[in-house]
């Protein structure tokens, strides 16, 4: 009984090798989606656009680049700022009035970077300055009536 156990593994084993090659093969090539390297600013002033995937309902903000990397030169403060790229849809999005906030699990932070509302209710500026410590920073964006998303800062 135990050989036809093991003969019967084998044979479902070989199976089923060859029913996902044969369906790999009649699918073409497969790639792997790979997400873009973060935006290096290095100390100098840096654009986020916020993006909107509307392929469901609602639709799904995400930010472009998610990862900003920043370098504190100790000489000069710079500014990142955040703008809203409408889709195509009908929709039109907006900032929440605290449209951008950061946060730091780092004890050493006392103080986040200040981020305002500028002209229009689609973006928002936020000042890293010449002190603003090296540190990972999440920060929170607000989209009126959609869920927020919290992408990342690393200032090094």
Known sequence: MH?????AML??????????????????KVSALRKPPPS??????????????????PCVPYADPEVILTKSDHQT??????????????????FDSNGIKFTSS????????????QD???KFRCELDK???AALYK??????????VDPWVVNY
């Not at 050989?3 to 003969?7: N, S």
């Open 139 to 148: 920060y929170s964006f607000r989209v009126v009536g959609l869920t927020p």
């Open 40 to 57: 290096d600013c290095r100390g100098r002033n840096c654009d986020v656009n916020i993006m909107f995937d509307c392929s469901t309902s």
């Open 3 to 7: 050989r036809t156990t093991v003969i």
């Open 106 to 117: 780092d004890p050493v932070v006392s103080s986040l970077p200040p981020c305002h509302p």
């Open 11 to 28: 044979i479902a084993a070989g199976v089923s090798a060859l029913i996902g090659w044969f369906l790999a093969s009649s699918l073409g």
């Open 77 to 94: 403060p710079h500014r990142i700022d955040f703008q809203i790229v409408q889709p195509t849809s009908s929709s039109h999005f907006v």
């Open 120 to 122: 229009s209710q689609d």
């Open 131 to 133: 002190d603003t410590p």
